[in-house]
């Protein structure tokens, strides 16, 4: 059903539209056009290694596990983030030192998410880290792979670039391509929905580990 | 299954229920005290609040006075990326078309998002009644629909419930619909929590429609934005085959970069937290991954009246975060149930008005329902000054009764006030009497009036009436010689 074939919404729709333009006769004249621009994040001009340290920090703080590293240990890590006999699924262009970590990774070739449901781990990379909230920020492109995988398996291992760290979110919103399906992450999935006490694991994976590569 | 909102009582008798309920004060006591720290703190980190705000209320506005514009903007941006965009005026007109929906895919449930929007237009009584099962996948929401029960607060809709009655709810009601809670169920959270991941795992793996609202849309992107914690959200959005979204007029945001002071503001206000677990954004279809059909309904509802409002309309910047409800001493003792609306609190005792119009009793009831002692505006991440718009629809009240037969007992009382003060010998009279009784009363250790006869009742029901004071301030003056005596 598309617009053309409803005409009962074609009249909603000029209605609304009339009704709204009745509502603002007062506002009347010219609007400024300008975006309002919001004053600059906390941490903006920090050191590049403060930055990495307090992203650590933030994002530990909603529990999840931060691990920091050198390019050179990267495949260890990897390998020690994953619990033994873990059946791992992986995108499609996830690098080659994070894929050499992981003992017979499953490529994602459009698994059903029943399919996802019997995997235990994923592992990706991330477009963003976000230092001042503790965020990573997925765009799901190839080396993160569809937004089904880092949902239904319960153990996500991301892997971010200490350069990929930005001080808040302002200047993740200047990085991110607004067209594509972003996936922001602030620790494990959680709930305080009863007695507002916090439970970790409800929908989403219930363990985050973050893998932080240090500048060689 | 669910309870509904229509037929609730006025505020004052729903209110003298709710303050008699003390497990009801309890559970909103330690709730609404636990996350008014919790924001305190992450509020008390950023140096620039203050500006932070005013940007947040800019943004709003900004889309607000040109509404008309970036409505065309957005379905413009959303059908070129592939959704199919609808317009709906009223709850009705949105129900039929999600109904429409789901019947044009034979599907005989919906997963559900936690959206105020559905529930504000009665969308899961809609389906039902069309023989559609809706499953909310919030657990808060969940708790709230096999409880039957009415959500009371709107980032925590089950906050009235604790940990025992959630354990009986859950093991009561999960087996009718699904898959039962395990036989060794405990009221821990976590253990609750996992009961309603395994609940609920199996209907979003099968199902083929998730219904959603929307916390924000880009006009100029057509991005829509869903901030959540549990993951459910995520599951709903990206998992079925079909996605539909109820968005309000109202929830316009004009850039994708103006999102960045709200997406600060929010979690803060909200939870309490630097940012929520999960921000999911979209913007229509992205080939191989999520939802290959996506429809976004723009719903009006009631919108326009409140836009038209020129003092109230800026109850449309709401964001619907909850931190006026968490700092507001009438809620906090009268739970959300009293204002007989999905939308509680300072923010829906002047939203019900501006959206549903003064006139019945109940939404009438909804502007005095409130101390109006400020609260609610310091803690509004987007500047609504709640207080003022109180008393101007308070105002608008009274004006909806000036031309009735029968006066109401509080414009006699007032005209008879207004005689009494217009006169200094009268006034003197008056304040002789009434520091007379003032005297008996207390006498007798009393120091309210108690229950009033006749038309005062509906006034001492709701409110303690002190006892007049046993010496007027002229008295008193006369008697001391302006305080130079003792």
């Keep these: 059903m598309n617009r053309a074939e409803n005409g009962a919404d074609n009249s909603a729709r000029a209605e609304i539209l009339g009704r709204v333009r009745a509502a603002l006769l007062d506002v009347g004249g010219d609007l400024p056009d300008a975006p309002v621009v919001a004053p600059a994040g906390a941490g903006a001009g920090a050191a590049p290694g403060d930055l990495v340290a307090l992203f650590a920090e933030r994002v530990a703080d909603y529990r999840a596990t931060v691990v920091r590293c050198s390019p050179d240990d990267l495949t260890a890590a990897v390998a020690a983030a994953l619990p033994a006999g873990a059946r791992v699924v992986v995108p499609a262009g996830l690098p080659d030192d994070v894929r050499a970590g992981i003992p017979d990774p499953i490529a994602d070739t459009g698994l059903s998410a029943t399919e996802l449901d019997a995997v235990d781990a994923v592992v990706t990379r991330c477009r963003v880290g976000i230092a001042e909230t503790g965020t990573i920020v997925l765009d799901h492109e190839p080396d993160q792979g569809r937004r089904a995988i880092t949902l239904v398996p319960d153990h996500h291992v991301c892997v971010v670039d200490a350069g990929q760290v930005v001080p808040d979110v302002p200047d993740a919103f200047a990085l991110l391509d607004p067209h594509r399906p972003q996936t922001w992450i602030s620790g494990p999935s959680a709930t305080s929905d009863i007695e507002l006490d916090r439970v970790e694991g409800v929908h989403g994976p219930r363990r985050l580990l973050v893998i932080v590569v240090d500048p060689a | ?486």
């Design chain 2, 1 to 486: 299954m669910t309870g509904t909102f229509v037929g609730m009582p006025a505020f004052p008798s729903a209110a003298r229920a709710a303050l008699a309920d003390t497990q009801l004060r309890h559970n909103l006591a330690h709730a609404t005290g636990v996350i008014r720290g919790k924001r305190a703190a992450v509020v008390g980190e950023v140096d620039n609040w203050e500006e932070l705000r005013l940007a947040g209320a800019a943004v709003k506005e900004r889309a607000l006075l040109a509404l008309d514009t970036q409505l065309v903007r957005l379905e413009e941006s959303l059908t070129a990326h592939g959704a199919v965009v609808h317009w709906a005026r009223d709850a009705e007109e949105a129900n039929r078309i999600v109904v429409g929906l789901a019947r044009a895919h034979e599907v005989d449930e919906v997963v559900k998002v936690k959206s105020m929007l559905t529930q504000e237009i009665g969308l899961n009584e809609a389906l039902e009644a069309a023989g559609i099962a809706a499953w909310e996948t919030d657990l808060a929401e969940l708790i709230v629909q096999l409880g039957g029960d009415l959500p009371s607060h709107i980032l925590v809709p089950a906050i009235h419930r604790n940990r025992a009655e959630i354990r009986e709810i859950f093991a009561r009601r999960m087996g009718e619909v699904g898959r039962p809670a395990p036989a060794d169920l405990t009221d821990e959270p976590a253990v609750l929590a996992g009961a309603a991941r395994e609940h609920l795992r199996e209907k979003f793996l099968r199902a083929r429609m998730a219904v959603s609202g929307a916390n924000f849309a880009v006009a100029d992107t057509g991005t829509l934005v869903v901030v959540e914690s549990e993951g459910n959200g995520r599951m709903c959005l990206t998992l079925p085959e079909v996605l539909v979204s109820i968005v309000g007029i109202e929830k316009v945001v004009p850039t994708w970069a103006e999102l960045d002071p709200l997406l600060r503001l929010l979690p803060r206000s909200s939870t309490g937290e630097r940012m929520n677990p999960y921000t999911s954004t979209w913007s229509g279809i992205t080939p191989g991954d999520g939802p290959q059909e996506v429809h976004v309904v723009l719903l009006d509802n009631g919108r326009t009246r409140a836009l038209a409002d020129e003092v109230g309309r800026q109850a449309l910047r709401c964001i619907r975060c909850s931190a006026c409800l968490n700092v507001c001493p009438v809620y906090e003792r009268t739970g959300g149930h009293a204002y007989g609306s999905v939308y509680p609190g300072p923010i829906g005792a002047i939203l019900n008005p501006l959206l549903r119009g003064t006139g019945d009793p109940q939404t009438d009831a909804l502007p005095y329902a409130s101390s109006l002692c400020g609260a609610c505006f310091e803690a509004c991440p987007v500047r609504i000054d709640i207080p003022e718009v109180l008393v101007h629809l308070r105002s608008q009240v009274v004006d909806g009764h000036r031309e009735d037969r029968v006066p109401k007992p509080e414009a006699v009382a007032f005209r008879g006030a207004g005689w009494a003060f217009g006169d200094a010998r009268r006034l003197d009279r008056a304040e002789r009497l009434s520091s007379l009784a003032g005297r008996l009363l207390r006498r007798r250790g009393r120091t309210s009036l108690g229950r009033l006869p006749g038309p005062g009742s509906a006034w001492t029901d709701a409110r303690d009436l002190p006892a007049p004071p046993t010496e007027s301030f002229r008295d008193w003056w006369r008697r001391t010689d302006g305080g130079e005596r003792p």
